[in-house]
Structures are given as structure tokens and as C-alpha cells.
């Protein structure tokens, strides 16, 4: 993404934009985390999605095409993976702050501070959409299922997608988990095979 070669950005609203730096301003949050946890912090989870986004993407995948994390990081391939989980654990706080979603921060940053894992945030990797054959660099919002009661709401689900460079990522927060054989990956799950699926899936 350059100035020579950018990519389009579309987002639900119906915004449109050629988009040459991941540093627009369309890919900043009201409520940034701190310098420390934006930067020193969260660098290696960057690196690491920086990384399989330029893997997966020079190989144009395509629907059902696998990827083995030891390809694309063969010194500590469960290590990495989870960088890029927390990578989306990062984008996926901001979201919820942008969006005023009833859904607890606190698990996400606490998954941030500690380097773990958030327990019930899912990844589903797939192919990007484009946009006159070029890559979309598209954020969708924060989509929700809320369950009311007579003294608060609770968000039992929500969801949102990014894509980049001809490869999308789903992220998934389940409140009871997923179920097995979706195609939804979690760092506790095998890093040996992950299987990429086609737009809508």
C-alpha cells in the first residue's frame, strides 16, 4: 500500500476512499490505548500480522486453500499465531469503544497487558473482497446480539471483518463458545493446518 499502489477503502456506511498508509485517519479509534500498549507493547502482534497478511496475500488464495502457521513462521509458530490473535484483540477494543457496545473492555486489554489470550474471541481468515480488481481495505462495524433484561443489557455475540491486501479476517467474540468443524480458529486450537474460507462463509 503506496502512494504508486493504493487500495480502496469501502466501509458500511458507503464511504469510498483510495487509501495509500495504514496510517489514514480512517484506521484511527476516538480512544487509542496508551502510547506504551499502541507501540512497545503490541509491536510484536503488528509484525506478526504484517507478516501472514504478506504471505497469504503474494499467494492469491483462493477458497479452501490451507496455510500452515510453520510456513509462515517456522521459529515459534504458536507464539506468532497468537501475536496475530492479539492483534485483532487490539482492533476489536477499539471498536467496542468506538461503538459504545455493551461488552466488557476489561478481558481485552487484560489479554493485551498479559500476552494471553482472549477465551472467547475466535478468528475465521478468507479471502478479501476487491473493488474494479483492486483490493478493498475495508473495516466493517461492530455487529452485535444483545440480550435485554430489566436491569441491563448483555452482548451475548458480536462480530466484524477487515480486509486487506486480498485477504479478510472475521473476528468473532461468542459468549458460549464455538462449535467445532466452522472453520473458526482460536491460538488453543492446533496451529498445524488453518483452512481459508470464500466471502459470505
Known amino acids: 500500500m503506496t502512494q504508486a499502489d493504493p487500495v480502496h477503502y469501502r466501509d458500511d456506511g458507503g464511504t469510498r ?19 506504551f500498549c499502541n507501540n512497545e507493547r503490541t509491536q510484536p502482534h503488528d509484525l506478526a500480522w504484517q507478516r501472514l497478511c504478506a504471505f497469504l496475500s503474494a499467494r492469491n488464495p483462493k477458497p479452501g486453500s490451507i496455510f500452515k502457521p510453520s510456513t509462515v513462521f517456522p521459529q515459534q509458530p504458536a507464539q506468532e499465531m497468537l501475536n496475530v490473535h492479539l492483534f485483532f484483540i487490539k482492533m476489536f477494543g477499539g471498536l467496542i469503544l468506538e461503538g459504545s457496545a455493551p461488552l466488557s473492555i476489561q478481558p481485552f486489554a487484560n489479554a493485551i497487558v498479559t500476552g494471553q489470550s482472549h477465551s472467547q474471541v475466535y478468528l475465521k481468515f478468507g479471502c478479501g ?36 491486501n486480498g485477504v ?4 468473532m467474540y461468542s459468549e458460549q463458545g464455538m462449535q467445532s468443524g466452522m472453520k473458526w480458529w482460536h491460538p488453543r486450537l492446533t496451529t498445524d493446518r488453518v483452512e481459508l474460507v470464500g466471502i459470505g462463509e
Open 17 to 35: 476512499k483510495r487509501v495509500s498508509t495504514a496510517k489514514d485517519d480512517l484506521f484511527t479509534f476516538p480512544d487509542p490505548l496508551c502510547a
Open 129 to 164: 473482497v476487491t473493488l474494479d480488481n483492486n483490493p478493498v481495505l475495508n473495516r466493517t462495524g461492530l455487529q452485535t446480539k444483545v440480550r435485554s433484561s430489566a436491569t441491563h443489557e448483555r452482548c451475548t455475540s458480536a462480530a466484524w471483518s477487515y480486509n486487506v
Open 168 to 171: 479478510s479476517v472475521t473476528v
